[in-house]
């Protein structure tokens, strides 16, 4: 369901550019889901609990998560091809990978984390040699500022891991969703965005999709799912997504898919599956090596030993939950 969901969210966005200005539609999005997370705030408070976060953290994360990473997805999707700004976007998990390096403790890159990242940058220079001039004159230089949208989402996203570990993802979620949204009608009035004398039945829907099944509904699954099923296996939606957004966009808006396209699409899932690869020793470190032959005491005991795995490998996913995104999400 979240590969689904994240995956036709970039046609859905390209989809509703035909008619409504990119700033605009993105910040109604969010005006939108940040509404339906406050009216679900008290329900879903009680039942995760957590701090509330300080104010400087969420107006952070509203910035750079909502503001700028959507900002310019929505912006470039004016000229580029829904599967392309998917496959692009999809280094996010490698940009989080790099950047823990330098930015959290105990989250050094090995010689596979470093492989990973130099197969991502191959597959994003596979991207660049695909035939871009045919998208516009400007495509080129879109490319290459699409790439600030997974950029700042991962600072904000692991200056959000440092800092808001034990705080509650609904209420940062709500605040920064409202607060994103308002940066981004703010931005869309300051640049002269010219509003539809009236919008379709189909722009209507295509925006109540996005606020409620791509920003709030996955915020909900992504949680339920780390927390009743295999967290290793979510992890395998940064895969999934632009695999599904390149075959709608190639189906339903009849996008071009070359070559360099298949090309960069390999390097960058390789790069994602290389950088997020654990090795023994790194599971050992974390005390969660596998007990081979020993078994475990008890039931109780299983269950503790699952649940702390989950949370040992919550941490070292993207935090899309806290971020929407990406929920490289949902785009």
Partial sequence: MLCIVWGS??????????????????????????????????WARRRE?????????????????????????????????????????AVYPVLMVLGAHFILDGERLGALQWLGFLLGFLGVAALFGSDLDSLGPTARRD???LLLSPAATAAGTLTLKRHGSQCSSVVLNRNAMLFGGALLLLAALISGEQLPS????????????????????????????????????????????????????????????????????????????????????????????????AGLSSEDEQRERRHELLEREHERLEHDGFADTQRPASR
């Fill in 9 to 42: 969210a970039w046609v859905v966005v390209r989809d509703g550019l035909d008619t409504l200005p990119p700033l605009f539609s993105a910040g109604v999005r969010f005006v939108i889901a940040g509404a339906f997370m406050a009216a679900l705030a008290p």
């Fill in 49 to 89: 609990g957590g701090a509330d976060p300080p104010a400087w953290l969420w107006l952070l994360v509203a910035t750079t998560n909502f503001a700028i990473g959507y900002g310019v997805v929505y912006s470039v999707q004016q000229v580029l091809p829904s599967g392309l700004v998917s496959l692009l976007w």
């Fill in 143 to 145: 490319s290459a500022l």
């Fill in 198 to 293: 009236q919008c379709g039945a189909r722009t209507i829907l295509g925006m109540l999709y996005l606020a409620l099944f791509g920003s709030v509904l996955t915020l909900g699954l992504y949680y339920w799912v780390l927390r009743h099923g295999s967290a290793s296996r979510l992890s395998l939606t940064a895969y999934a997504t632009p695999v599904i957004a390149l075959s709608l966009g190639w189906v339903i808006r009849d996008e071009p898919i070359y070559a360099s396209t298949i090309v960069g699409a390999l390097l960058i899932a390789g790069g994602v599956a290389v950088a997020n690869t654990r090795t023994d020793r790194d599971r050992d470190e974390d005390g969660l090596a596998p007990d081979h032959g």
